[in-house]
């Protein structure tokens, strides 16, 4: 029945008479001249993180774009000292659009396609996350037509499980991702591309998985592979990202500069002297963004529950319906507010499945037509969203030191016809 834990909002959240205000400017104020559902992001917050990791980890820190991007957050990270880790050539695409130079991207993906790995050498990409003996083939193929050598680092599977979802968990031997350290796929990859004239080896990779809390578990990956960097006298080992942010009360989370010390001890307890890199992404951006709507249906089911229905739903906020991901609620005009009704937060989408918030508090005087917030929604919203039921995306707007600017517009019907033939 509390109100909002204020540590869930971004950096530069303020409650000016009650109302919220991010980066200086009025919620409700946004919510009126953009529209909802709007994405709104603290501009100040996501530079501050990059600064962290980047004071965590050096020039090595790319920033992961598939947790949020677009041209304007692209060219915030690398302003900030970031090289960008992209897992697409859509991805390759948007930051090179943006005007990130091509030597400080790093191209991942397990099923990269042989137009994706020549984009990818044609533009000079700064590294290439091996993750198959099929893509060593590729690039030897590549080579052949190119005479070029890329600078590669090896994926590997250390075979640990990280304490987090399924779907999200990559480090255990059962992956589709990376050669396999305990069935010694690892070893063979490595002898290969180190024989290869097609590629360049730099360097080992690796990532357990998403929304980690332990950092422990992560510091045992950098233990496993970090004797694997020093047996080969690699030049660079990545240690991945992974780390969680808190979404809900009753989590907490290690910081980016905890993170980047429990990998640094761990590094230089199994003798490493490989340059480290890592590559943050959810920890930058989601908790830097709030997500506004207006409600538009209050339905109570006497003796059952009461749903609170909104403009917006699994379209812009995936991550329930496919991790069960729990989010809190709260109204923008009342922050400081207690939360008395239980309600269940829904989106507009033809689906029961449709559910934002399953258990989530709001004031008592909640009233169709009042702005809605979920927090911590900057990471994997925007960038997994879909245009199910012909839904329009919604706009991004980047608030800071009192002033908004649209960096993403919102989607028209036009758009939604605009690939048809």
């Not at 540590?7 to 000016?16: K, T």
């Not at 030897?140 to 005479?147: I, N, Q, S, V, Y």
């Not at 020093?230 to 809900?248: H, I, K, N, Q, R």
């Not at 009704?341 to 009042?370: F, Y």
Request: net charge negative; with cysteine.
């Amino acid at each position: 029945m509390r109100p909002l834990p204020t540590r869930l909002l971004p950096d530069s959240a303020e409650i000016v008479d009650g109302v919220l205000h991010i980066g200086g400017c009025n919620t409700l104020e946004l919510a009126r001249e953009f529209g909802t559902p709007v994405f709104v992001y603290d501009e100040q917050h996501l530079r501050d993180r990059c600064r962290e990791a980047v004071e965590a980890f050096g020039d090595g820190v790319a920033y992961a774009t598939k947790a949020f991007l677009c041209g304007a957050m692209a060219r915030l990270a690398y302003e900030e000292g970031m090289h960008l880790d992209v897992a697409t050539g859509g991805e390759l695409h948007v930051a090179l659009h943006a005007g990130v130079p091509a030597e400080r991207l790093v191209l991942h993906g397990n099923n990269k396609s042989i137009a994706e790995l020549r984009m990818a050498v044609e533009a000079g990409i700064g590294r290439i996350v091996v993750d198959s003996f099929d893509e060593l083939d590729r690039l030897d193929m590549l080579h052949a037509e190119t005479g070029v050598a890329p600078k590669v680092l090896l994926r590997l599977t250390p075979g640990i499980k990280a304490e987090t979802h399924d779907y999200i968990s990559t480090g255990q031997d059962d992956s589709k991702f990376g050669f396999t350290v305990s069935t010694g796929a690892a070893e063979r990859a490595i002898e290969r591309a180190q024989m290869s004239p097609a590629v360049e080896v730099l360097g080992i990779h690796a990532h357990i998985g998403s929304q980690v809390f332990a950092v422990g578990s992560l510091g045992k990956a950098a233990s496993v592979i970090g004797e694997i960097a020093t047996a080969c006298d690699f030049a660079e080992m990545s240690v991945g990202g992974g780390l969680g942010v808190p979404y809900v009360d009753d989590e907490t989370a290690p910081t980016i500069g905890e993170w980047g010390k429990v990998v640094r001890d761990a590094c230089a307890a199994a003798g490493v002297t490989a340059t480290i890199l890592a590559e943050p992404g959810r920890s930058i951006a989601a908790a830097a963004a709030v997500t506004l709507y207006t409600v538009g249906t209050i339905k109570e089911i006497e003796g059952v529950r009461t749903y609170v229905s909104v403009d917006g739903g699994m379209s812009d906020n995936p991550r329930p319906v496919l991790y069960g991901s729990g989010y809190e609620t709260f109204l923008p005009r009342a922050v400081d507010a207690e939360r008395p009704l239980p309600i269940r937060l829904v989106g507009k989408h033809c689906e029961s499945g449709d559910i934002l918030v399953r258990e989530g508090l709001v004031p008592g005087d909640i009233a169709v037509g009042d702005i809605l917030a979920t927090p911590v929604t900057g990471a994997y919203g925007h960038s997994m969203g879909s245009n199910y039921n012909k839904v329009l995306r919604p706009p991004v707007v980047f608030a800071r030191d009192g002033d908004s600017r649209l960096v993403v517009r919102r989607e028209t019907f036009d758009d939604l016809t605009r690939l048809d033939l």
